[in-house]
């Protein structure tokens, strides 16, 4: 377990430092680079879930007070649902060749690449409750099938008016809520998920703390803007590597 210890801790080192830095971003680095290393589809989401969970625990105990209760409730009861479907999508892609998971993680760090773009761009307004639903659904199943349903809560919370504070409540607790049901259907459905990913989770996890800290230095000391620009135009090498391979 040495080789995969050392990748992990680096891997994850580096997706937390960047989530630090710029606020997101640790799901879209770690997952690609992990499979890259070796690890299964179902390895690689359930120790990124796990090494956020670690990473944003204490953050919802902080920012309780700021947690905006009327839009997390019908948000996590979605995603609760649609969660399980991405896993159970994830079991059946692991099923294809090594290069075929590759790609279709890449294209899901595309896909939220072009979300958070969007998201920067489109003026925000009130959206239906189909709507709502719907962008809660994707999340959902994104988040159980590459452990990426950030980018498109990133995308509705720009019809909401939320300070900072809140919308950082909002997305940690949505994961919390979501993260024991994900773990707990890769563990006893996949056959690649065991124990040992949790270890390693728990193992590597002062690096994720270590990492963040940097990060968040990092963030305070730079532009914003230049930051996330850097960070989609890294995370899109990456992509483009998983999908055209090599």
Known sequence: ??????????????????????????????????????FSLSQAVALTTLSIGIQ???????????????????????????????????????????????????????LGVAVRIAAGKIAGREWPTAASIAVFSLSGVLQGLVA?????????????????????????????????????????????????VILLALIISPLIYLGTAIGVGIGDRFSKRLLNHTALAVLSVIALKAILGG
């Not at 080192?13 to 070796?38: C, D, K, N, R, Y």
């Not at 990133?154 to 949505?174: G, I, P, S």
């Open 148 to 196: 990426m349903g950030g980018p498109p809560l990133v995308l509705w919370m720009t019809t909401r008016d939320y300070e900072a504070r809140e919308a950082r409540a909002f997305t940690m607790t949505l994961f919390l809520f979501n993260a024991p049901v994900q773990v707990a259907l890769l563990l006893f459905l996949s056959t690649t998920m065991n124990l040992e």
């Open 1 to 38: 377990m040495d080789m995969p210890l050392i990748w992990a801790g680096v891997i994850m080192f580096v997706g937390s430092l960047a989530q630090g830095t710029i606020g997101f971003a640790l799901g879209m680095i770690a997952v690609p680079l992990l499979v890259e290393a070796g």
């Open 56 to 110: 944003v625990v204490f953050g919802v105990w902080q920012l309780r007070a700021h947690i905006p209760w009327g839009d997390v409730k019908p948000a996590a009861i979605t995603r609760f649902l649609t969660v399980a479907v991405g896993v159970l999508l994830l079991l059946n892609v692991e099923a294809l060749e090594a290069e075929g998971v590759k790609r279709l993680v890449g294209l899901g760090v595309l």
